[in-house]
């Protein structure tokens, strides 16, 4: 039960937290992570809140991806960057935003139920590397990385 709980609840968040509000932008200021973390204090939490670091920290990475050779900063919009908003452009990045969405879902699925089964040392890792990657993706190519 709590499993099942813990499953609608990620994927409710998650659906709500990384649907694009504004159609011309590749992704908002609230898909990134808000606070990166220390071992200690992933040591402190329990495995489900550890779960739940997991699930934030891919969707990000799964988010910004397919858009780092053209921004690594959120809010940007189409025309930002030259390109034209027309309605063919809207609808690619739309239909994008529909399946980046369905991704997630499926993703957070998967993850919230069989990462629980990972020793907790190795989750802790994989969230700290998560966030590694994430910091060098927000320093982009001019951070020297």
């Given amino acids: 039960m709590k499993s099942i709980i813990l499953v609608l609840f990620t994927?409710?968040?998650t659906v709500s937290s990384f649907s694009q509000s504004k159609k011309n932008v590749f992704f908002d200021q609230k898909t990134l992570t808000s606070k990166f973390h220390t071992i200690d204090e992933l040591e402190d939490l329990r495995k489900g809140e550890?779960?739940?670091?997991?699930v934030e920290r891919t969707?990000?990475?799964?988010?910004i991806l397919p858009y780092l050779a053209l921004t690594n900063e959120p809010e940007i919009s189409l025309s930002d960057i030259g390109i034209k908003e027309n309605s063919d452009n809207l609808k690619i990045l739309d239909k994008h935003h529909?399946?980046?969405?369905?991704?997630?879902?499926?993703?957070?699925d998967m993850v919230t139920e069989f990462i629980p089964y990972a020793d907790t040392e190795r989750i802790i890792w994989s969230i700290l590397y998560f966030e590694e990657i994430i910091k060098?993706?927000?320093?982009?190519?001019?951070g020297n990385f």
Avoid at 59 to 63: A, P, R, Y
Avoid at 136 to 142: S, T
């Fill in 11 to 13: 994927s409710l968040i």
């Fill in 50 to 54: 550890l779960v739940k670091l997991y």
């Fill in 59 to 63: 969707n990000e990475i799964i988010t």
């Fill in 98 to 108: 529909e399946s980046t969405t369905d991704s997630f879902i499926i993703t957070n």
């Fill in 136 to 142: 060098k993706i927000r320093i982009g190519v001019n």
